[in-house]
């Protein structure tokens, strides 16, 4: 069974920068598609990057193009979403998810799997 495991939230001011981590066990990473998701209270989760790390396609929103790199290391099974210039609208709990079988995900109906989510506070 995959199991997911987020990490490296935090508190910083606007346009400093953070890491996330997202552990992967029970299934090898290229053979998933994984993204980032993130929540605010009173909203519909919404997706923030993807990646396949099989044929090396990523995906992005609009909202965080240029600011948020994702990447994956296969042989630590882990994605990574690096995030710069952070802006208090990126601000919410940040959830990692996989798919078997996909090269992106880009919708909360097609996870298969959800990692516990880690909070981002962006705030002077």
């Known amino acids: 069974e995959v199991q997911l495991q987020a990490s490296g939230g935090g508190s910083v001011q606007p346009g400093g920068s953070l890491r996330l981590s997202c552990a992967v066990t029970?299934?090898?990473?290229?053979?998933?598609?994984i993204a980032w998701f993130r929540q605010v209270p009173g909203k519909e989760r919404e997706a923030v990057s993807s990646?396949?790390?099989?044929?090396?396609?990523?995906w992005y929103a609009d909202s965080v193009k240029g600011r948020f790199a994702i990447s994956g290391d296969n042989a630590e099974n882990r994605v990574y979403l690096q995030m710069n210039v952070l802006k208090p609208e990126d601000t919410a709990v940040y959830y990692c998810?996989?798919?078997?079988?996909?090269?992106?995900?880009?919708?909360?109906?097609?996870?298969?799997?959800w990692g516990q989510g880690t909070q981002v506070t962006v705030s002077s």
């Open positions: 998810a996989a798919v078997y079988g996909l090269s992106i995900l880009r919708k909360e109906l097609q996870a298969e799997y």
């Open positions: 029970g299934f090898t990473l290229e053979d998933l598609a």
């Open positions: 990646i396949s790390t099989s044929d090396d396609r990523t």
